[in-house]
């Protein structure tokens, strides 16, 4: 071993540090310990083996959970650029003994969340923990110790000053490394001279336990051995203090049990300093310091033309060597002896982006931080259901990757169909590997949009899920049926049956359908109902698409509706204030969209499905008469019946001209038309290509008092201000046009517009129908219900 202080070989570092991992490695080769002891849980002493298997690729990180409760979890995160990391690779290529001997996970898991005592779940990000600067901290507040230095030295940023002070340190001699280490113990020991425990007050007890594994580890290799740890413990673990000291502190801890895993890790999550992360602001940029055996700032800023490049922006190799030029002008300017991060991005924005800052947020997001996902071998201990995730991922080619990506599924493909099972099941499950977005290639109910991210809390996510089944499928059942159970409302259930038949889980549905029927009896809200049906209708609907029986779903989703049909005029006519009113005309879509599909199903029987389309019609048109149901939802109705063919342009015109007659409040009639002509249900076109209700909206406009035409403003602007530009523009121009539209109701007595006929030609329309069937269905026609919509 070269010359140091007396004792073993004390290596404080910062954690996930470049600059650190090469002074670590170059200290373990000058001193050449015979054991090497690490800051990390005991617990995972059993999987270190496992570091040496050439499937194992950082970043990656240890999970270590409560055995029978999983969502009590911690992480210990390792990249690449580690040191704790290199000091595991350096002696296991030498068969030199590695062990962890931070607190056990035992311990620091049984103290509950929230508690005086807090666990330290994961390393920390820096040399010691945050805080403030100056001042002794307060309670709470935690120390920075990487930020006290950089204040002590003049910088301002602590990020910059460890730079200049360590990544950028030239190598010079075998034993500048072991001076370095003994430089920062010595300003770590006179921070906790100053500071104490630095807000850390559980740090005690850590260290106590670190010391004991030191005395076993010197029974057994003497003080020839090395401990690789954050530098704020350093000075701990040099003071003298007595083994029975050290026990009274660990003596009466709590203790749980736990399992310990390796799973992989990604950069991005390293970035974050919340939750489980590491709070390294550029994972990706220290990376490259750490691989760049040479010319770090020529290789990076190399990286970044490739990536702009990628992104169809011109640079070029002049680029490239005018950057690093700037860059070296920067730092010499500064003061630094490197350019650091900072003078390369801001090189690469003046040079390669011209000055732009908009291609700077690419950079950020691929190169200083990236989307790199660690591996870990098959060998690794994980719950059944993760290896059973693991199995169908391989069978599926569903590769869980770090990096957002969007994937379309084909339903009537049988692999594709596989992967939109597993993403619901998964889902139900809690586990949001992937999620649901809008199709961008179609509208059908054969097709599914998906965009998958995988970040490593998932693994606790399955973990937890653990508890329901060995399998996907098994947990996802009974995951579903105590769902069902649990469930207080109506809504809950109804979600859960459409969540069941997209995951097809056909052995969960009588247990889910038994607590629909159940709660169904009970509720009598008509807007807690309203909201039930469309999730079964949809439910019906994607039932349909997979071949599931749904039978029994449809028939308790037309009793459902028949309770709506029975129960939504007298809600609708209770004195509703204006709030309750939009949220009733939503209910009232909602549910004449969820009885079109109950009536293009096979829900119900032809004549029970003709028995529900009545009902429901003379539902509409009873709202649509009576004075005491506001305009808004009496508007709606009278639309409704017009787009189904069940109200004539006559009627139609009849119950405007009533709805804005003289002796209707200006409120009321401007509910009315925003009910009848709202601009999301395609209100302007009908008006385009009816001049005569055109004209019975701008008599009553024009007949509105002043004082009254400023309340109803909002009101008109909303509904008309939601139209295309163009339906506006011709509407403005029907109006301008002269008296086919001036006069009124008399104008509903004129001849059709030009090139319109006075009906529709329903001979003409059907002829279209092929052509819409070939374009909507494919080759085989599976969306008959949109060419339904089209007809």
Known sequence: ?????????????????????????????????????????????????????????????????????????????????????????????????????????????????????????????????????????????????????????????????WEDVVEHRGSGGEAEPLAAFEALGDAMAALREEYGDGGHPRDAVREAYMRQRMRAARREFGDDYAVVCGAWHVPALRARTTAAADKALLTGLPKVKVETTWVPWTHRRLARAGGYGAGITSPGWYAHLFAARDRPVERWLTKVAGLLRAADRQVSSAHVIEAVRLAETLAALRGRPLPGLGETLEAATAVMCEGSTVPLALIEDQLVVGDVLGEVPDETPVVPLQRDLTRLQRSLRLKAEAQVRDLELDLRKDTDGAKSLLLHRLRLLGIGWGAPTASRSSTGTFRESWRLCWEPELSVRVAEAGIWGTTVLAAATAKAEADAAAAAELGEVTALAEQCLLAGLGRALPAVLRALADRAALDTDVARLARALPALARSLRYGDVRGTDTAALGTVAAGLAERICVALVPACATGLDAGAAAELRGHVDAVHGAIGMLDRGDAVDDAGADGLRGRWAGVLRTLAGRDTVPGLIRGRAVRLLLDDGALTAEETARLMGLSLSPAAGPADAAGWIEGFAGGASGGGTLLVHDERLLGLIDGWLAGVPERAFVDVLPLLRRTFGAYEPGVKRTLGELVRRGPAVSGGAAATAGPAPEGFGPELDAERADAVVAMVRMLLAGARGEDDELVGVAR
């Open 1 to 161: 071993m070269s010359p140091r202080t007396a004792g073993p070989l004390l290596l404080g570092v910062r954690h996930h540090g470049p600059g650190s991992a090469r002074a670590v490695r170059a200290a373990l080769d000058a001193a050449a310990p015979r054991a090497v002891l690490i800051e990390g849980p005991p617990e995972g002493d059993a999987l270190l083996p496992l570091a040496a298997d050439p499937a194992m690729r950082p970043p990656v990180a240890l999970l270590a959970h409560v055995a029978d409760d999983p969502g009590r979890a911690a992480f210990w995160p390792l990249a690449g650029f580690s040191p704790e990391w290199v000091a595991i690779r350096w002696a296991q290529t030498r068969g030199i003994p590695v062990r962890f001997i931070d607190l056990p996970a035992a311990h620091s898991l049984a103290v509950v969340p929230g508690a005086e005592a807090e666990p330290e779940p994961a390393p920390e990000s820096g040399p010691g923990t945050k805080g403030g600067e100056g001042d002794r901290p307060v309670a709470g507040i935690r120390l920075d110790p990487l930020a006290a230095l950089a204040g002590a030295a003049g910088y301002e940023d602590p990020e910059q000053w």
